[in-house]
């Protein structure tokens, strides 16, 4: 099921706040109208889709909006910290810290220039 939300997810993210008739993404997930629908509703339940009750084509359909993308692990894919030398000597208060990280910025920077899909 998890694989399945972040599925969805990846597809709505690229939709942005234009979203998608939830028919459209059951067939591209190859999944039952039954099946779609419960996975909907319980995307809308813990936050992470809105569902907007659309008539399209003179009949009553729901366009889905990602409201916020699950945490996964890609996320932090070569992170610096996970290889650092330093790593013990690193807190937030400390002379040695992410607010003042080389690593950090070069990391984040060179994530930001790659393309959104590569992520
Ligand atoms: S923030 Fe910088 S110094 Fe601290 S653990 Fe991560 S890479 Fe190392």
């Known amino acids: 099921m998890e694989r399945l939300t972040n ?3 990846d597809i709505l993210a690229e939709k942005e706040s234009e979203g998608m008739f939830q028919g459209e993404l059951w067939k591209k997930l190859k999944l039952t109208n039954q099946i779609g629908s ?3 509703l319980k995307l809308e339940r813990i936050g992470f889709i809105t569902r907007e009750k659309i008539l399209e084509k ?3 359909t729901y366009k889905l909006i990602l ?3 699950p945490i996964s692990t ?3 894919e070569n ?3 996970l290889v650092c030398p330093v790593e013990q000597k690193c807190s937030l208060e400390g002379e040695i ?3 003042n990280c080389q690593f ?3 990391w984040v920077i060179a994530e930001m220039k790659k393309p959104a899909k590569a992520k």
């Open 7 to 9: 599925k969805v997810c």
């Open 74 to 76: 890609q996320s932090i």
């Open 58 to 60: 003179n009949r009553w």
């Open 38 to 40: 419960r996975l909907a």
């Open 79 to 81: 992170s610096p910290c």
């Open 97 to 99: 810290s992410p607010r």
């Open 67 to 69: 409201k916020k993308t």
């Open 104 to 106: 950090i910025e070069d």
